[in-house]
């Protein structure tokens, strides 16, 4: 059983130990510490700018990524993709997936944990989510100043409040997708 449990080695609900790394930049911010990092445990090629948010008492409450640099927007878009993918197929056998899409730029995933006892589609999953296990949100974004290159920034995050918008799609066995699509590169999934 995988489960999802942060990025690039930072465990989400774990104590985050300043001392491990260099801290690039620490501002406390509405009752959170925000940090940038230079490397975190396990780095990724694809990416840069590694931040964390963490509690008052330093408790990891999400981690986050962008690529390296701006890319071909059709690029950017297939690299939203390609990342969505991966995680739904690592992680569909232990969580419920359900999607949200806004305008194409901004994916979210949210990854309700469960049992086999239960039976994830149900409309009111919220009652019978996992006792032992938040719920994670995983937002992707694609986001910069030119209209023709863009970043990827990679968010996940524990799930805090509720989205007011019914869920584009619930994720069912035939949605599940390779995430190496041939399109002519390999995705590097490195602390993913």
Same mark, same amino acid.
């Given at each position: 059983m995988k *489960? %999802? +449990?942060g990025l690039f080695g930072l465990k989400l609900e774990n104590f985050f130990d +300043?001392? *491990?790394? !260099? %801290?690039? &930049?620490?501002?406390? @911010?509405? &009752? &959170?510490?925000?940090?940038e990092i230079n490397d975190p445990p396990n780095p990724n090629v694809l990416f840069k700018d590694y931040s964390i948010r963490c509690s008052k008492d330093m408790i990891i409450q999400d981690v986050s990524a962008k690529t390296l640099s701006p890319i071909p927007i059709d690029d950017a878009m297939q690299r939203q993709e390609d990342l969505g993918n991966?995680? %739904? +197929?690592?992680y569909f056998d232990n969580y419920s997936i359900f999607f949200w899409d806004f305008e194409h730029f901004i994916n979210i995933y949210e990854f309700v944990p469960f049992d086999k006892k239960i039976i994830p589609l149900r409309k009111d999953y919220r009652n019978f989510i996992h006792p032992n296990e938040t719920t994670k949100e995983l937002t992707i974004t694609i986001f910069g100043q030119s209209d023709n290159y863009k970043q990827v920034e990679l968010l996940l995050g @524990? *799930? =805090? *409040? +509720? !989205? =007011?918008y019914e869920p584009i799609k619930i994720y069912e066995n035939e949605d599940v997708k390779k995430y190496d699509t041939g399109k002519g590169y390999t995705i590097d999934t490195t602390g993913l």
């Open positions: *489960k %999802i +449990e +300043e001392k *491990k790394y !260099n %801290i690039v &930049n620490k501002q406390f @911010i509405h &009752n &959170n510490y925000h940090l991966y995680f %739904i +197929e690592t @524990i *799930k =805090d *409040k +509720e !989205n =007011d």
